[in-house]
């Protein structure tokens, strides 16, 4: 999709800050982060929110789930605990319309806080 941002930052005509780069995933962390630990995984290919990519091609959503889970170690905070949000639709909070994995860690995400 030619005006979509993760589309260009997947095909590196956008940088950003890369953390995994694979034939159909790359991850990069976010330029607003909400955690000490925050990365995107988004597919190479263009699919709009996590439903249409679950429809269309089920073994890349769970791909797409096994690099957060490779960040999540990488970034070291797979034994501490990390969450894994998938947002859908613009009431949901999805700000871009290219299916996102953010994966967050590095402090207490537990809810409700405190």
Request: with cysteine.
């Amino acid at each position: 999709m030619s005006d979509c941002l993760f589309c260009a930052i997947a095909s590196g005509d956008i940088p950003a800050a890369v953390v995994h780069r694979d034939e159909r995933a790359v991850a990069f962390r976010d330029i607003d982060p909400k955690a000490p630990v925050h990365v995107l995984v988004i597919p190479v290919e263009h699919h709009a929110n996590a439903a249409d990519l679950a429809a269309a091609d089920p073994a890349l959503a769970g791909h797409l789930l096994a690099v957060a889970g490779a960040v999540a170690a990488a970034e070291g905070v797979s034994e501490s605990g990390y969450r894994m949000v998938s947002n859908t639709g613009p009431q949901a909070g999805q700000s871009v319309p290219h299916v996102h994995v953010h994966v967050l860690g590095g402090r207490d995400l537990s809810w409700p806080p405190g």
